[in-house]
């Protein structure tokens, strides 16, 4: 059952990724430059930004004290710089990137680009290594959970997505702060939430999925509100 899992979480992470990469390339290439920006937006502001300068401080003894006696401002500061980075990256992306594109439908797929970085580059690309150097020895049922939260996790990518796109077109600035609040939040809680919940997987998964759902919601709403294509006036008249 634990191959199977595997399987499957690697279907979600990682042939599910790469398939939408093929796909916004070859097939909608009209989606191609929206996809393609969020994900290097993750690239930039995650995987090559933030996530070294985390393991450079990782590596100072005093670094190391803070967290270990400072858990809920540690957590804090995880969430509030995950989302510092990945915000402030949407917005500049957005901002210079989609100048004539800055619609609720390009924000989605930017979201959705976002999203494939984190999950192929994160997750699915790790599984994948890990089976070709390990093998299979020693993996459990709970790796099914490492696909299935990638997938809790894609409406707040859009969601956040949406907000930032609000705000870069709008000049509303509440969004980018809901949009900074919601990601630290979400964020921030996951370590205290481990130890509330004695690291039982299935409680802080369904955590995820409650986050994900109620942003699932948001993007519904906004988009029953507002539709895909917003004002297309204002667009043009702003560039």
């Known amino acids: 059952m634990a191959i199977i899992f595997f399987f499957i979480s690697v279907l979600l992470t990682f042939v599910l990724p790469i398939s939408m990469m093929v ?12 996809f393609w920006l969020g994900f290097a937006t993750f690239a930039l502001f995650q995987v090559m930004t933030r996530i ?15 967290a270990q006696n400072n858990m809920l401002l540690y957590s804090l500061f995880l ?39 984190e999950a192929a580059l994160l997750v699915g690309f790790s599984y994948v290594l890990q089976a070709f150097i390990y093998g299979f ?3 459990d049922a709970n790796v099914i959970f490492g ?10 990518h859009v969601a956040a997505s949406i907000m930032v796109m609000h705000f870069v077109r709008e000049k509303k600035l509440r969004y980018l702060f809901m949009a900074l609040a919601m990601h630290t939040i979400i964020d921030a809680a996951l370590i205290p939430l481990q130890l509330l919940f004695a690291n039982n997987i299935i409680l802080l998964e369904g955590y995820v999925l409650v986050a994900g759902l109620l942003a699932a919601y948001y993007v519904y709403s906004y988009v ?16």
Not at 147 to 156: K, N, S
Request: aromatic content about 12%; hydrophobic content about 40%.
């Open 79 to 117: 969430g509030f710089s995950a989302a510092l980075f990945e915000e402030m990256g949407r917005f500049m992306v957005m901002h210079f990137g989609l100048k004539k594109q800055q619609t609720t439908k390009n924000a989605i797929i930017f979201g959705v680009g976002h999203w494939a970085c």
């Open 23 to 34: 796909y916004v390339s070859f097939k909608k290439k009209e989606y191609s430059k929206p």
């Open 224 to 239: 029953s509100k507002r539709g895909l294509g917003d004002n297309e006036e204002t667009l043009n008249n702003n560039h």
């Open 137 to 139: 020895a020693g993996m």
């Open 147 to 156: 696909g299935l939260e990638r997938m809790f996790v894609l409406p707040i």
């Open 52 to 66: 070294p300068l985390l393991n450079v401080m990782s590596a100072n003894p005093e670094f190391i004290s803070f």
